[in-house]
């Protein structure tokens, strides 16, 4: 074999992008199981179960394939997670913008912000370490929902507010597989009807 050949087929295996998969039961299932090659992990859905069209406040996870964008990390509370994603900490004045008419909606702001904003630094410990997924970020559609995130689940898999969450032991084994083209592709399954009688 030429080695020009090799190199195509390198470069080909570079390109391509690992996906991770997030399977629900249903459309309403509040959680599912995230599949990453060999891994299997349960993880928590949003309360309104999945949705293709999601509405900002609706606390349904969108449906749909999402790159994987960043990782931020409390430092304070956690070492900084293994993986070839950009990692950066967040400090206590670190936001995001989920206020739909505002210029920087689903954007990181600085606290205190003059429109509505979610706080990063948070006492529940969920965004110890939280992955930003490329959802309604490029373009972004006003009130089509914001800050989705990839990041550590509350007690017993509670559902979350339209992310996707994970125990933090599986949520750092997945980010250290993923890199700068992973994706996460979140899928549903219908709802089984009942047979007739």
Known sequence: MSLHKTGNRNASKASQILLAR??????????????????????????SGCRTLKREGDGATPIGTWRVRAVRFRADQVRRPMTQLPATPIHERDGWC????????????????????????????LYDVAAMLGYNDRPRSRGRGSAIFLHVAGPDLAPTQGCVALALPHLLRVLARLGPRSAIAVLASPRKRRPKR
Do not use: H, M, Q, T
């Not at 299932?29 to 599949?35: E, F, N, Q, S, Y």
């Not at 206020?99 to 990181?108: E, T």
């Open 98 to 125: 989920d206020a739909a008419a505002d210029r920087n909606y689903n954007r990181p702001v600085r606290l205190p912000y003059a429109a509505s904003a979610e706080r990063l630094w948070r006492a529940d410990r």
């Open 22 to 47: 997030v399977l629900a039961l249903s459309p309403s299932a509040r959680r599912g199981i995230l599949k990453l090659g060999a891994l299997s992990f349960p993880c928590a859905l949003g309360r």
